[in-house]
């Protein structure tokens, strides 16, 4: 037989019992105070201190995003709207770093897949998939990313060009790599590239 | 062969006593016969006799005839006449006399008409004288026919009385041997009926005193042997007197134990009913821990179907945070985009991209605490299968302890049959207790009896030992009678 659960206190059950629905209840309705105790510390906690902001001209503002558990960042000025990845339609006749193409805003949009461009290791499309949609010299394509990071400003000078060279030739599209390690893509490049563009003869 | 004592003196008497009747009987025969020839001499005698009286006669009627021729006077007849009248009487005294001898009888019958003839001879002798005178009468005479007669007569006489003779020798002869015989029979039997009298008189003597000297010898052993039996018995049956008296003893105490068994069986019946009751309360506490045990089995499975309710509501708590999580998602999106905006906007946007930094801060901070809430939504679902599990423990338990139970019940209540059991030969003990109780009562009564016939048994044992000492004394003594009486003392 089971050993029985020595004199289990059924009073104090119950007790731990009250206090957790006084708990529940509590919670569902905060009084002001503490909410206002609650704002502040985590305004005390993300308060970060100041620093000397760098002159205008010379800060770069980056979305930074993951790829292939690397960090890559895309100038803001580009970037359009960062979306989930939704609605994905695969397109005929397209060359494989081409996943094919989405709904943004009434505007149909490419998407490009960086990993089969860099020859990265392919990786399934998650929940944490995003879609990075840019426009550069009229042309607007969304990048495939694996998650969003945020966004991040450094100074220009802190891009340094990459100090080795990378296995692939993917390194033509990169203007350097910042001191917290995000490669910094150049979309100029990018968009240049006629493997971008969209021609094939369909038999 | 092995005779007795008695057969042997019987012996011993009877071979003298059959020769002295041979004896007797051989000197009665010749006595007989003795007195038997004496007789048939004196008859021969007789014979002889009445045969010289016939030849007298004759010679006489003879003489008177002559006398009457001579002078023819009538009374010179007288012998005549006298002669007539007796010879018919002789011969008749002779016929009987030789009744017993048929030859003499043959001579007998010749000599009848013989002298009938001469008679009548003589007769007309006589007639003629009488009638024609002597001349006639001596005419006869001379013709020699009568002297013819009277010689014929005398030869047939002179036969018969030698043959009378003879008789007379061979019976002499007879008589002489019969007493020669009788007289020897008489010597012999008895010097012999004396050597066989002193012989079987010596055997006897021998025979039976050996005899009762190894009986004497036999008789002392046995006397002796008697008498040690007797002590050995005497001694015996006192030893039984003790064993009767350690008997009459163990016997109490068998009857003692035999109570105090009897008292415990009385005490195992009246145990084994307590425990009877015992094991009834037994079996309707295990009843109705059978019922608790399905009572609790029902609550537990009602237990675990809550539980699993309850985890469903985690379930329903996850989806809700699934949501949450999606909204964190989205606000961090909206927050990276205005931040991205606001870098557009340069210095303008300045303030907006420390709100869209706090905005995503609280996204991030609501999806941790979403994260926070899947874990504890998962602790949950462990604990809650935990808990299922422990209800499903606890149900094959109280299966298990129902089945114990229900067992617990089945031993009662062959407990109880075999205690029912129990009491029923508790309670046949008790009566064979007591039944043994009167079965000592009786093996004590019995041996109280047995005692009894010891005692006798010794009184008599005593008076025996008291008669085979008087026997051994009585056989010594006969040993030394015998001992002085034989030869010489061959064994002790």
Known sequence: ?203 | MQWTISRKIGMGFVIPVVILLVIGAVAYRGMTKLIETSYQVAHTHHVLQELEAVLVTMVDAESGERGYVITGEEWFLEPYQRALSRIQEELKRIETLMTDNPRQQRRLDALKPLVVRRFDHLQTVIETRRGQGLSSATEVILAGEGKKMIDDVRKVIAEMEHEENALLQQRSQLAEAVFRNTSSTIVVGTLLSFVLVSVAGFFITRGVTSQVRYSVNVLVSAASEILAATVQQAAGTSEEATAIQETTTTVDEVKQTVRVSAQQAKTVAETAQKTAKVAQDGQRAVEESVKGMQEAKARMEALAERIIGLSEQGQAIGEIITTVNELGDQSNLLAVNAAIEAAKAGEAGKGFAVVAAEVKALAEQSKQATTQVRGILGEIQRATQAAVMATEQGVKAADAGEKVAQGAGESIRSLAQSVHEATLVAQQILVSAQQQVVGMDQIAMAIQNIQQVSTQNMTATRQVERAAQDLNELSQQLQVLVTVAGHAPRSA
């Open chain 1, 1 to 203: 037989m089971v050993e029985a659960s020595t004199a289990l206190d059924w009073q104090e059950v119950y007790a731990r019992l009250e206090q957790t629905r006084q708990r529940l209840e509590a919670s569902s309705a905060l009084p002001p105070a503490e909410v206002r105790r609650l704002l502040r510390e985590r305004a005390q906690a993300l308060a970060r201190p100041l620093v000397e902001p760098p002159t205008v001209t010379d800060v770069l503002d980056l979305a930074v995003f993951t790829l292939a558990e690397a960090r890559y960042g895309i100038e803001a000025a580009y970037v359009l709207e960062v979306t989930p990845l939704r609605e994905l339609t695969p397109v005929p006749c397209t060359p494989p770093h081409i996943l094919g193409v989405v709904n943004h805003r009434g505007r149909l949009l490419p998407i490009l897949d960086l990993r089969k461009l860099f020859a990265l290791a392919a990786r399934n499309v998650t929940a944490e998939s995003r879609i990075v949609a840019v426009e550069v010299g009229g042309m607007t394509f969304g990048i495939l990313a694996d998650a969003m990071l945020g966004t991040l400003r450094v100074g220009v000078h802190e891009v340094m060009p990459l100090p080795w060279p990378l296995l692939h030739d993917h390194q033509a599209f990169l203007q350097g790599i910042t001191g917290e390690m995000v490669a910094v893509l150049d979309l100029e490049a990018l968009a240049q590239d006629p493997r971008i563009m969209v021609d094939e003869d369909v038999d």
